[in-house]
């Protein structure tokens, strides 16, 4: 007896190590709560339905803004489907469906997998131009490599179910993948021409930007299941990849159609200064790193830099001497702000501003802050309700809703 009792202690001991090992090293597989990136961290996503609206003032009128659901962990893009409700994207890696009546789902199912560091992870959302009968969601995200390390911008497209996306196919690579966390991009824009936009960040390799058998610093233009169309620029030419539309982007982070000439506009981050906006053409070089407005962060030139122009560069349509950094960009061309309409609505990370620019046809001529100082605005969408939709970035993301002032029977104001 004394010997099983023994024999008891001894496996008893060994079995209480051997759970204390495994959770151990669960805990150290386990990712550390990272606040750049959001992974690690668990979103608590809250619907308001009575938010408050807080009044605003702005140099064409007054309006309100509201909160409509906080608690998200960096939201990046949104994308309204036909029956009003919202797809939100969150940069760890999560999608999620928000109804019109508050509901918030669970993270959809069939997600790929995110390279989910610093800037990379899940990124834009966008709707295939069939979507009433195809129900083909599009999403642009960081890769990871095979080695886990290192990753590039990618767009996957797969149906739109009741719990997720189903048949998830990735339809764009960019090769090879050469970022740490950094420089991304990225923005999807269907054209009127069907073909899909795609806009890949130079992944922090700013000289990869130059070089056409690279995708870094590019926008792409493919048909929607990733073929390449023939007409492409630089198809067939040695050394080039015919994926190619664009080339000597730096980080684009914003890309919409212009709702009356229907030609594409851009906006991409400079490094300290020189955001800009362009309308990318086929095959054209808009010169990064040769030609830019900005500096590096240590204050010193862009070493690859000639000046503010270059030879054989397009000169930007409009930039910033000192940086907003810009993200998301949206045309307003709805009812509910007619003193806003043919205006460019872009937001803005460092100076946590939503930029209203005036245009005189295709040039800028006016530029207002609104909300300054509130939050780090993401995105920019135009609800089918004519409001304008924004994503404030951060561990406790929001989704802001602009409304007009509105004068109810008694005659005082919202």
């Known amino acids: 007896m004394p010997q099983d009792r023994t024999a008891f202690r001894r496996h008893a001991v060994v079995a209480i190590a051997c759970i204390l090992a495994c959770s151990f090293a669960l805990a150290a597989c386990a990712p550390e709560p990272d606040e750049d990136s959001g992974?690690?961290?668990?979103?608590?996503?809250?619907?308001?339905r009575d938010a408050a609206a807080e009044p605003q003032?702005?140099?064409?009128?007054?309006?309100?803004?509201?909160?409509?659901?906080?608690g998200l962990v960096h939201p990046w893009s949104l994308a309204f489907l036909p029956d009003g409700s919202m797809l939100v994207t969150e940069r760890p890696g999560r999608l999620r469906r928000i109804g019109t009546d508050g509901t918030i789902s669970a993270p959809l199912a069939g997600v790929p997998t995110v390279f989910a560091r610093g800037q990379s992870g899940l990124l834009d959302v966008a709707l295939s131009p069939g979507f009433a009968d195809d129900h083909l969601v599009y999403l642009s995200y960081g890769e990871p490599n095979w080695r886990g390390n290192k990753g590039g911008t990618a767009v996957a497209r797969g149906r739109l179910g009741d719990t997720g996306l189903e048949d998830v196919e990735v339809v764009f690579r960019q090769e090879p993948k050469l970022s740490h966390g950094t420089h991304i991009g990225s923005r999807i824009v269907f054209g009127d021409d069907g073909k899909l936009y795609v806009s890949a960040g130079d992944n922090r390799d700013s000289g990869k930007a130059q070089l056409l058998d690279h995708l870094q610093g590019k926008i792409v233009r493919l048909e929607p299941d990733g073929s390449i169309p023939a007409d492409n620029p630089f198809v067939g030419r040695d050394g080039a990849r015919a994926e190619i539309w664009s080339y000597g982007h730096r980080n684009i982070q914003g890309m919409a159609l212009h709702p009356r000439t229907r030609v594409l506009w851009s906006h991409e981050h400079g490094p300290m200064g020189g955001d800009e906006i362009n309308l990318p053409q086929p095959g054209r070089n808009y010169g990064w790193p040769l030609a830019t407005f900005g500096r590096e962060y240590s204050g010193g030139p862009v070493p690859e830099a000639i000046g503010t122009a270059a030879p054989g560069t397009e000169p930007p349509h409009h930039y910033w001497a000192v940086s907003p950094a810009i993200s998301g960009m949206a045309f307003y061309d709805g009812d509910a702000f007619p003193q806003w309409r043919g205006n460019l609505?872009?937001?803005?990370?460092?100076?946590?501003?939503?930029?209203?620019?005036?245009?005189?046809?295709?040039?800028?001529?006016h530029e207002e802050r609104l909300l300054p100082g509130r939050e780090r605005i993401r995105d920019v969408r135009v609800g089918p309700d004519g409001f304008v939709y924004l994503l404030a970035d951060g561990v406790d993301g929001k989704v802001l809703r602009l409304e007009p002032v509105t004068a109810p029977a008694d005659g005082v104001a919202d």
């Open 39 to 48: 992974a690690g961290i668990e979103a608590t996503p809250a619907y308001h």
């Open 57 to 70: 003032q702005g140099e064409r009128g007054a309006f309100v803004v509201r909160t409509l659901v906080d």
């Open 345 to 365: 609505l872009v937001g803005a990370l460092k100076d946590q501003a939503l930029i209203r620019l005036e245009l005189d046809g295709d040039r800028i001529v």
